[in-house]
């Protein structure tokens, strides 16, 4: 996998920013910013400790060719598609787009770090979402608390019991789940063929620009 | 019945502002009979409503004086207030217009001695102040206003309030009676000048204008600081009436926006950098402005006027749109947004907010009753399919005073052009 990103680093030298617009999706708004700065400002995460760079200077980073800074940034990850920046910029940029087009592309190129949870949730919740074309909700809480080990799982899942044991006194957590029993949709192979049919799309868009 | 005295050698401008008086006056100093058609009670437009103008920050009613003196003294143009364009017909050289003339309830006898005033207790928004306070129901719309004639609001009509200011007047100069009305004229060709309007701030939510009283628009801020004004020319913030030192101005507010208007208003900079100078000549060094900015257009050979401003130790530039407003216990309006020089976060409460609001045409293209090409923001542009209508100063672009003025002039010698040569095909 890293032999990607070096690979990608070789083919485009010096021009970082040529390599987001032609690989990472949406990558080509990147130079339509203006730098007003109003989509860090909107930012729900931007107390966030994580939050090393802001969305218009990963921008501004890419412009500048700055190719491990924006590789080895966190504040794309941490997006989480609340899309108020999308809906404000003056330019109409994607923002939130972007933001998950470079992660993506640093996780495709192999430069995403291991550990992020952000990124360890989407991973979790796509596999999870479409094996039956529904969220089996209890197996990814369950996922989730367990991430950082067994000890922090059982805190975890002691602090949110009495939310538990509420939903499941409403009807909304089957707690079978746990064990494989779920509530799928009603044609999970179409979901599948689907799912691979994109997948080889986008497979062959990427090919395309490999 | 109002008579209009108007041939096809006739100029029509619409809108009595800087750039309608500027193209009438013009017009009419070459000897070309004019019609000048204005919607409020009194002409000056939104040139008026303002404090000072940048760059010499001399004030407008200067200007005015002179253009009033130049109109008063010249014969050839009729000038119809309360009146609105609806209806054009015909084309380039033989236009048949129908103008709606709101009743003023004041005749020609009119001294402007302010006794029906004194006699009406009904109070209505004070248009002219942008609403920031309250007048008489019996108004002069403001102290330079002309025709210098007094306004009775339509909703006292037929109270008691009406009577009591009939009674009031010497002159036999109020007549309740008056009915709206509609007149035809002809006229060769037609300015359209109809102007701006500040960009509606409420539709920028984030900014909580209209949620949050200390939030203001560049506009209201003109008013707050002219004598004349409803605060008597302090700078008090409308919460709790306490003097505002300490400043922000947000430029680009609506302006340079594709969720808003997709273009620069030009004016907003060099209008929050004028105001920065009403805050230091209000509170001397206690007063302190902080201009949160994108870049600072200032336009034209304005550059100097920036670079002093720049150079006033209690003017700050930030490098960054305020990306929301919120407002702490003691209703001081706090900036939200992160600082592009260093990317650092900010929350920073000040005593007022200006919002500098950009620019949009009062009267958009497609309103227009004619057919007139006009740009995606609405305003007209040049083109050979508008045939004898021109557009003039903000109503083609978002434009300063000094530059309205200019495109005035370049649309009255296009409409002299008109119609002249419909008096050499009638000679």
Same mark, same amino acid.
């Given at each position: 996998?890293?032999?990607?990103?070096?690979?990608?680093?070789?083919?485009?030298?010096?021009?970082?920013?040529?390599?987001? &617009?032609?690989? =990472? &999706?949406?990558?080509?708004?990147?130079?339509?910013?203006?730098?007003?700065?109003?989509?860090?400002?909107?930012?729900?995460?931007?107390?966030?400790?994580?939050?090393?760079?802001?969305?218009? &200077?990963?921008?501004?980073?890419?412009?500048?060719?700055?190719? &491990?800074?924006?590789?080895?940034?966190?504040?794309?990850?941490?997006?989480?598609?609340?899309?108020?920046?999308?809906?404000?910029?003056?330019?109409?940029?994607?923002? *939130?787009?972007?933001?998950?087009?470079?992660?993506?592309?640093?996780?495709?190129?192999?430069?995403?770090?291991? *550990?992020?949870? *952000?990124?360890?949730?989407?991973? *979790?919740?796509?596999?999870?979402?479409?094996?039956?074309?529904?969220?089996?909700?209890?197996?990814?809480?369950?996922?989730?608390?367990?991430?950082?080990?067994?000890? =922090?799982?059982?805190?975890?899942?002691?602090?949110?019991?009495?939310?538990?044991?509420?939903?499941?006194? =409403?009807?909304?957590?089957?707690?079978?789940?746990?064990?494989?029993?779920?509530?799928?949709?009603?044609?999970?192979?179409?979901?599948?063929?689907?799912?691979?049919? =994109?997948?080889?799309?986008?497979?062959?868009?990427?090919?395309?620009?490999? | 019945?109002?008579?209009?005295?108007?041939?096809?050698?006739?100029? +029509?401008?619409?809108?009595?502002?800087?750039?309608?008086?500027?193209?009438? +006056?013009?017009?009419?100093? @070459?000897?070309?009979?004019?019609?000048?058609?204005?919607?409020?009670?009194?002409?000056?437009?939104?040139?008026?409503?303002?404090?000072?103008?940048?760059?010499?920050?001399?004030?407008?009613?200067?200007?005015?004086?002179?253009?009033?003196?130049?109109?008063?003294?010249?014969?050839?143009?009729?000038?119809?207030?309360?009146?609105?364009?609806?209806?054009?017909?015909? #084309?380039?050289?033989?236009?048949?217009?129908?103008?709606?003339?709101?009743?003023?309830?004041?005749?020609?006898?009119?001294?402007?001695?302010?006794?029906?005033?004194?006699?009406?207790?009904?109070?209505?928004?004070?248009?002219?102040?942008?609403?920031?306070?309250?007048?008489?129901?019996?108004?002069?719309?403001?102290?330079?206003?002309?025709?210098?004639?007094?306004?009775?609001?339509?909703?006292?009509?037929? @109270?008691?309030?009406?009577?009591?200011?009939?009674?009031?007047?010497?002159?036999?100069?109020?007549?309740?009676?008056?009915?709206?009305?509609?007149?035809?004229?002809?006229?060769?060709?037609?300015?359209?000048?109809?102007?701006?309007?500040?960009?509606?701030?409420?539709?920028?939510?984030?900014?909580?204008?209209?949620?949050?009283?200390?939030?203001?628009?560049?506009?209201?801020?003109?008013?707050?600081?002219?004598?004349?004004?409803?605060?008597?020319?302090? $700078?008090?913030?409308?919460? #709790?009436?306490?003097?505002?030192?300490?400043?922000?101005?947000?430029?680009?507010?609506?302006?340079?926006?594709?969720?808003?208007?997709?273009?620069?208003?030009?004016?907003?900079?060099?209008?929050?950098?004028?105001?920065?100078?009403?805050?230091?000549?209000?509170?001397?060094?206690?007063?302190?402005?902080?201009?949160?900015?994108?870049? $600072?257009?200032?336009?034209?050979?304005?550059? #100097?006027?920036?670079?002093?401003?720049?150079?006033?130790?209690?003017?700050?530039?930030?490098?960054?749109? %305020?990306?929301?407003?919120?407002?702490?216990?003691?209703?001081?309006?706090?900036?939200?947004?992160?600082?592009?020089?260093?990317?650092?976060?900010?929350? @920073?409460?000040? #005593?007022?907010?200006?919002?500098?609001?950009?620019?949009?045409?009062?009267?958009?293209?497609?309103?227009?009753?004619?057919?007139?090409?006009?740009?995606?923001?609405?305003? $007209?542009?040049?083109?050979?399919?508008?045939?004898?209508?021109?557009?003039?100063?903000?109503?083609?672009?978002?434009?300063?005073?000094?530059?309205?003025?200019?495109?005035?002039?370049?649309?009255? +010698?296009?409409?002299?052009?008109?119609?002249?040569? %419909?008096?050499?095909?009638?000679?």
């Amino acid at each position: 996998m890293s032999d990607m990103n070096t690979q990608m680093a070789e083919r485009y030298k010096n021009n970082f920013l040529k390599e987001i &617009e032609e690989q =990472a &999706e949406m990558g080509e708004w990147v130079k339509m910013c203006m730098q007003c700065g109003l989509c860090s400002g909107s930012c729900p995460t931007n107390f966030h400790s994580g939050w090393d760079h802001p969305p218009q &200077e990963i921008f501004m980073l890419i412009r500048a060719g700055k190719r &491990e800074e924006v590789l080895n940034a966190q504040g794309m990850y941490m997006c989480t598609s609340c899309y108020n920046c999308y809906v404000r910029c003056p330019r109409k940029v994607p923002v *939130t787009h972007v933001m998950h087009g470079i992660a993506e592309y640093a996780y495709r190129i192999g430069r995403a770090p291991k *550990t992020q949870p *952000t990124m360890h949730l989407s991973k *979790t919740f796509w596999t999870n979402a479409t094996k039956n074309g529904r969220v089996n909700e209890v197996q990814l809480t369950q996922s989730l608390y367990f991430k950082d080990g067994i000890s =922090a799982g059982i805190k975890k899942a002691m602090e949110m019991q009495s939310v538990a044991l509420g939903l499941v006194k =409403a009807g909304r957590l089957n707690l079978l789940e746990a064990v494989g029993i779920a509530h799928k949709c009603k044609d999970v192979k179409g979901i599948h063929a689907m799912l691979a049919k =994109a997948k080889e799309l986008e497979a062959k868009r990427k090919e395309a620009k490999a | 019945m109002t008579s209009v005295v108007a041939t096809n050698q006739t100029i +029509l401008v619409v809108g009595g502002g800087i750039s309608g008086m500027t193209a009438a +006056l013009e017009a009419a100093e @070459t000897g070309k009979q004019v019609v000048l058609v204005e919607k409020n009670p009194y002409l000056g437009g939104r040139t008026v409503q303002l404090y000072r103008y940048f760059p010499k920050m001399c004030h407008p009613t200067c200007g005015l004086e002179i253009n009033l003196r130049r109109l008063k003294a010249n014969p050839r143009i009729q000038v119809l207030t309360m009146a609105e364009v609806t209806g054009i017909t015909g #084309d380039k050289g033989a236009y048949n217009i129908s103008v709606k003339l709101k009743p003023r309830y004041v005749n020609e006898n009119c001294t402007a001695c302010g006794e029906c005033g004194k006699a009406v207790k009904t109070e209505i928004d004070d248009a002219f102040n942008y609403n920031l306070g309250k007048i008489k129901a019996a108004y002069l719309p403001s102290s330079m206003a002309y025709p210098q004639r007094y306004v009775i609001d339509s909703s006292i009509v037929g @109270t008691a309030d009406g009577e009591a200011a009939k009674a009031a007047c010497k002159y036999n100069a109020v007549d309740l009676g008056m009915q709206e009305e509609v007149v035809t004229l002809n006229a060769g060709a037609i300015v359209w000048a109809t102007g701006w309007q500040p960009y509606d701030a409420t539709k920028i939510v984030y900014y909580g204008y209209g949620r949050f009283k200390n939030v203001i628009s560049n506009v209201e801020f003109e008013r707050l600081a002219d004598p004349h004004g409803p605060t008597g020319g302090k $700078i008090l913030r409308p919460s #709790d009436g306490k003097e505002a030192k300490n400043v922000a101005f947000i430029q680009c507010a609506g302006s340079r926006d594709e969720n808003h208007l997709r273009h620069c208003s030009r004016f907003c900079c060099m209008a929050s950098l004028k105001q920065t100078h009403y805050v230091q000549e209000a509170f001397g060094d206690a007063g302190k402005s902080t201009i949160y900015y994108i870049d $600072i257009r200032a336009i034209d050979r304005f550059e #100097d006027f920036y670079q002093n401003v720049k150079a006033n130790p209690n003017v700050s530039f930030i490098k960054s749109k %305020v990306a929301r407003i919120t407002e702490d216990k003691d209703s001081n309006p706090v900036c939200n947004g992160v600082n592009v020089e260093g990317y650092k976060r900010y929350a @920073t409460a000040h #005593d007022l907010v200006v919002l500098a609001l950009g620019m949009e045409p009062s009267v958009k293209g497609i309103e227009i009753p004619a057919e007139v090409m006009s740009d995606s923001s609405g305003f $007209i542009m040049a083109d050979p399919a508008n045939a004898g209508i021109f557009g003039a100063g903000c109503a083609t672009n978002a434009l300063d005073v000094n530059r309205a003025v200019q495109s005035a002039t370049a649309a009255a +010698l296009r409409a002299i052009q008109v119609v002249n040569k %419909v008096a050499r095909a009638e000679a």
